[in-house]
């Protein structure tokens, strides 16, 4: 053999989503360049802790630390991350190297045919802040419940009947072959969590190789909308776990984002949108700050501490 051919390694998580997610990136090189792609399944802290909401556990890095760190030792290339878990804030030494063509970015209910028809007072299961007050928010009378686990085990347990009804990504759900699970709620009703839907991949910020080769798989327009509404968390001192909505959208080079902060209980709410450029981001930080001056008390509070 003359040559060997590059290889590069590509950490994930071991759940069933991260590593379908892992496999359309290593199709997506493996389609762009002559190399080989090694998948590297990492267990991550949130893997692990299962019987808590992670909220509550107020951990930090759930889902990057042990994948963060592989990156870094260079035990791997590059990690495959859904943005919506990724921290705001990141390692320096740690770039966002590509995104996948975001998938449906809204949310789907899981148990009844729309949240209106759920039956008064009843139990939904989901660990997510921000869905938990957008459904109090239309649905004072509704109960979340903690929910954990992986796509396939919160199904299992929302079909012992344990809660009425549940609310997944449609992306997660579609990447896993659910085509027909659910009904897809309008983000009108419900906006997604910032980064839903958006697969991303991370390398060291100091390796070129590694930032060509993914570069070519990357789609910009997800790239920018994602990197939007990361500026509009960061402007808020947000994480995935603060009750906070946000989705930007391109039309003929102008973007939109939208976005909506609510009190854990969905009782007092704010909500605005922008535009801007996607090369200039600084109007989602003008919009973060609009949102913050026009929020209720009990909103305000959980933001920019
Ligand atoms: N927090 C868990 C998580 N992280 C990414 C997805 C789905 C895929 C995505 O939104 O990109 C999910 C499950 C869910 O919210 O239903």
Do not use: Y
């Not at 939904?124 to 459904?135: F, K, N, V, W, Y």
């Not at 509704?142 to 079909?159: H, M, S």
């Not at 994480?239 to 939109?256: E, F, I, Q, R």
């Not at 949108?273 to 700050?289: I, K, T």
């Amino acid at each position: 053999m003359a040559h060997t051919m590059k290889m590069l390694r590509l950490g994930t998580r071991g759940s069933p989503l991260a590593l379908t997610q892992a496999g359309l990136v290593r199709d997506a090189l493996l389609a762009a360049h002559a190399i080989e792609v090694e998948i590297v399944p990492i267990r991550t802290t949130g893997d692990r802790v299962q019987d808590r909401a992670l909220a509550e556990i107020g951990g930090k890095a759930l889902w990057t630390k042990e994948l963060d760190r592989a990156l870094l030792a260079g035990e791997i290339d590059a990690a495959v991350h859904s943005m919506k878990d990724v921290e705001t804030i990141r390692p320096p030494a740690i770039a966002i190297a590509a995104t996948l063509p975001r998938a449906d970015v809204r949310d789907r209910l899981i148990g009844a045919p729309a949240i209106e028809a759920l039956p008064h007072g009843a139990a939904i299961g989901t660990s997510s802040p921000r869905r938990a007050a957008q459904l109090r928010r239309l649905r004072p009378d509704l109960v979340p419940v903690v929910f954990r686990g992986n796509v396939d085990t919160r199904l299992a347990k929302l079909a012992t009947g344990e809660v009425a009804a549940t609310l997944l990504a449609a992306a997660g759900l579609e990447r896993l072959g659910r085509h027909d699970t659910g009904v897809p709620i309008p983000p009108e009703v419900m906006l997604p969590a910032p980064a839903q839907g958006a697969v991303g991949i991370e390398a060291r910020a100091d390796d070129a190789e590694t930032a060509t080769l993914l570069a070519a798989i990357d789609h910009p327009p997800t790239h920018a909308c994602v990197l939007a509404e990361r500026a509009l968390l960061a402007a808020l001192k947000a994480d995935c776990h603060s009750p906070v909505a946000a989705l930007a959208t391109l039309a003929n080079g102008v973007m939109t984002l939208a976005a909506e902060l609510l009190s854990e209980d969905g009782a007092a709410h704010v909500s605005g949108e922008a535009q801007g450029q996607p090369g200039d981001l600084s109007f989602a930080g003008d919009l973060a700050a609009d949102l913050l001056r026009r929020a209720p008390d009990a909103v305000r509070k959980l933001f920019a501490a």
